[in-house]
């Protein structure tokens, strides 16, 4: 059910507390992404991450494993945006990096900022909080995977 919203008159998409996502300008085609309207930021499960400078400018490059382990390795680097400490939901601050990065869902593309953390054990590799979802989603608890599974290739090249 769509609503009014804040996005230019245009009214609101609904989501279910679960989604399947891509993030095209990564290199990801598909992944779980678990809705949480209590976290402000969104959070990307990675195995590796390294830092670098790339023209005088800091990128974070990183590998992860959007669907079940050992099938479908990315490797992708994007440019620092900031570094800052977040809280977790047991009350653990750590200093995280974030980044830029496209996301898909939904039929909608939108820049969204997204912190790269430690989510090995958790059910979904991404957290999409509220600031990702502000304006353009409202998120309906009792439904899940409203909108189904993206193809599984992105249609060419990164963005």
């Not at 990315?74 to 570094?83: G, I, N, R």
């Not at 995977?145 to 990164?158: M, N, V």
Request: glycine share 12%; proline share 8%; with cysteine.
């Amino acid at each position: 059910m769509a609503r009014p919203g804040a996005q230019r008159g245009r009214a609101m998409v609904e989501l279910g507390w679960r989604e399947w996502v891509s993030l095209p300008s990564l290199g990801i085609a598909r992944m779980r992404a678990k809705i949480d309207t209590g976290a402000r930021s969104s959070a990307l499960h990675v195995d590796a991450q390294w830092r670098y400078t790339e023209g005088g400018a800091p990128v974070v490059g990183f590998r992860i494993t959007p669907g079940i382990a050992g099938h479908g390795v990315v490797e992708a680097c994007a440019p620092v945006v900031d570094e800052r400490d977040v809280v977790d939901s047991g009350g653990r601050r750590t200093r995280r990096v974030f980044l830029a990065a496209q996301l898909r869902v939904a039929g909608i593309d939108r820049m969204i900022e997204l912190n790269l953390a430690d989510r090995r054990g958790m059910r979904f590799p991404m957290l999409l909080g509220r600031s990702a979802i502000a304006g353009v989603f409202t998120v309906d608890p009792a439904r899940s995977s409203i909108h189904g599974r993206p193809p599984r290739h992105l249609p060419g090249p990164p963005v």
